[in-house]
């Protein structure tokens, strides 16, 4: 019979000691570090090696020489200088169509004022897709040569005309890319590698989300 | 070694990779005994004049109904592709204004396009990643859109700029948002070499237009996000053949001189430069102030065929032309009649050097063209 009042004790487990996971060694990490200390490394030795080509170089006015010497050598159809005019001087094309290119230059400085091209339908201003009024119906001055801008509604279907464009009518949509959804609008790898400094174009504002493009300032 | 053997193994090189830098710069600047505009002044060179209908407007494209974020001439015929937010590619007659193709694209997002050497195909990429070929002689599909002739895939980010290797169809190269370039084979469609990237030594920021040699089309060069101009040998892929400082921001825009041993640069620095390839040396600086403090990016840059006019776009709507020899000024194509109404976002120079072309977020392109008097003799 025990004893009452007896007071022995039984025996007490350990108190739990977790053990904490093994040190697995991060070779991940380690090649990663030891790969760009190679690159620094060989950088090194890309920058002695342009210390020493530098050591034998000429001064730059030498270049500048060079620079100067081939701009001048050239003729320049761009440049108001005195210059030998041949028929086949092939910018004054430009200035007057076939229409004029075999009359003599005084028919090209003729046609000087005619140079532009009417503005389409009397639009003077182009046709602002976000403002569907903004471009007239009516062609006034434009007898010969048709507007080939889609009218507005930009986002109907709309025909580029036949006469100033090889299509077939209207199996063209006027599609103006709208705000696309997040998971399109960055294509950072990843999007963490948006940050600090992503693309240099930029979306619609408020189509990325945080997670997918932060800080990511694109202006498209 | 451990980990932390590593970190101070890093700090190191960085450190001397840094005083490295130092060190260049200042042989580098002891080097620069003149710049070309004192070269030029010493030499006492008549600047450019332009009169005031010298340069004028001679044909406005219209037809896109977005920004235009990208222009390119065809090599021989006066032929215009160009690129819009619209999501379309359009190719122009320059000398009608007659648009020959509209090409639909599968991702609307287009931020360039190119013409091939022979003017058959055309190229575009954006933020789709991929570059597109489109081949301009083939039948349309059943809704009258050309389709994709090749798809070249392989970047990790947007497809900044590309350019055709010159007088070869089935070579190009890109620029990317990844921080690469690559030379790519467009028979196979597969990327023949990479251009920096991870581990390499390149760019470490977007790479954001690149410019191919015209005499040597082994040698281009890249702009980037990382302030630098980078020169490259397409037969070395693993390293930049030189790397030129010098801008304070965002290099936009590369582009040989027609000597091929120099190149100009724009940036967001609101300068454009002009670099040595063979020496390394910056020549020359092209900086105006705009006004009011403004200083607003340069967007796109071009030389005439002769070198001695560099035209510039900036982002608030001028376009500068340059006299290269004396870094002056002579013309602002933004301020004269029937210009833009928005940012120059592209422009290029005709084959022939003869017009150039601008293209604009007002959506349409122009053509610019000499119409003043010249001396017969």
């Given at each position: ?13 350990p ?20 790969a ?5 490394e ?15 170089l ?35 094309k ?47 001055s ?53 940050y ?25 | ?8 193994r ?17 042989k ?26 010298d ?32 999501g ?240 002056q ?49």
């Amino acid at each position: 019979m025990a004893g009452l009042g007896s007071t022995a004790k039984a025996p007490s487990l350990p108190p739990p000691r977790p053990k904490s996971p093994p040190e697995y060694p991060d070779l991940y990490g380690k090649r990663r570090e030891l790969a760009k200390v190679q690159m620094l490394e060989r950088e090194i030795r890309f920058l002695e090696d342009e210390l020493k080509f530098v050591e034998g170089l000429q001064p730059a006015s030498r270049s500048c020489k060079d620079v100067a010497d081939y701009a001048t050598a050239n003729s320049d159809p761009l440049m108001p200088a005195t210059k030998r005019v041949h028929r086949s001087c092939c910018f004054w094309k430009w200035l007057c169509g076939s229409s004029c290119f075999s009359f003599s230059w005084i028919c090209c400085q003729g046609c000087v004022p005619h140079l532009e091209i009417p503005r389409c339908c009397g639009c003077s201003n182009l046709c602002d897709c976000s403002i569907s009024s903004s471009c007239p119906s009516s062609c006034p001055s434009c007898t010969s040569i048709r507007c080939s801008k889609p009218k507005c509604h930009c986002c109907s279907c709309s025909c580029f005309s036949s006469l100033c464009f090889r299509k077939p009518a209207c199996g063209l949509s006027c599609r103006i890319p709208k705000c696309p959804s997040c998971s399109n609008c960055c294509f950072c790898n990843g999007c963490t590698s948006c940050y600090p400094k992503c693309l240099k174009v930029n979306l619609c504002n408020g189509c990325c989300t945080k997670g997918c493009c932060y800080n990511c300032y694109i202006c498209y | 070694m451990s980990v932390a053997e590593l970190k101070d193994r890093h700090l190191a090189a960085t450190q001397t990779v840094s005083a490295l830098r130092d060190r260049l710069k200042q042989k580098r600047l002891l080097l620069l005994d003149t710049d070309v505009a004192g070269y030029s002044r010493s030499q006492g060179r008549t600047p450019v004049s332009f009169g005031p209908t010298d340069l004028v407007c001679c044909r406005t494209l219209q037809g896109h109904n977005g920004k235009v974020y990208s222009l390119d001439w065809t090599p021989e015929k006066n032929r215009i592709v160009s690129a819009s937010q619209d999501g379309r590619l359009i190719v122009w007659n320059a000398l009608t204004s007659q648009k020959t193709h509209a090409i639909k694209l599968p991702c609307a997002w287009v931020m360039t396009c190119a013409f091939s050497p022979t003017g058959q195909s055309v190229a575009c990429g954006g933020l789709d990643s991929v570059c597109s070929i489109f081949n301009l002689n083939s039948p349309t599909d059943r809704d009258g859109n050309l389709p994709v002739s090749k798809m070249l895939s392989g970047h990790k980010g947007y497809v900044s700029s590309c350019q055709y290797v010159p007088d070869e169809d089935a070579h190009l190269i890109t620029s990317s948002g990844d921080q690469t370039c690559g030379l790519w084979d467009i028979t196979t469609g597969l990327r023949t070499s990479v251009f920096g990237g991870e581990f390499q030594s390149g760019h470490t920021a977007d790479v954001l237009s690149v410019s191919i040699n015209g005499s040597n089309s082994r040698m281009f060069v890249s702009g980037s996000c990382d302030s630098t101009a980078r020169l490259w040998d397409t037969r070395v892929a693993s390293r930049a053949v030189r790397t030129f400082h010098g801008h304070e921001g965002d290099v936009n825009a590369v582009k040989f001189f027609p000597d091929g041993n120099r190149f100009g640069t724009g940036s967001d620095d609101g300068t454009c430069r002009l670099f040595d390839i063979r020496t390394g040396h910056q020549l020359q600086v092209y900086y105006q102030q705009h006004g009011d403090n403004e200083v607003p990016p340069v967007t796109s840059i071009a030389f005439s065929i002769s070198g001695r006019l560099l035209f510039a776009g900036y982002s608030n709507g001028d376009c500068y032309v340059w006299d290269t020899l004396l870094g002056q000024v002579v013309l602002n194509l933004g301020t004269l009649q029937n210009s833009h109404e928005g940012r120059i976002s592209c422009l290029g120079l005709s084959a022939d050097g003869s017009a150039l072309c601008t293209g604009s977020w007002d959506s349409n392109l122009k053509i610019w063209a000499f119409g003043g008097h010249r001396k017969v003799i």
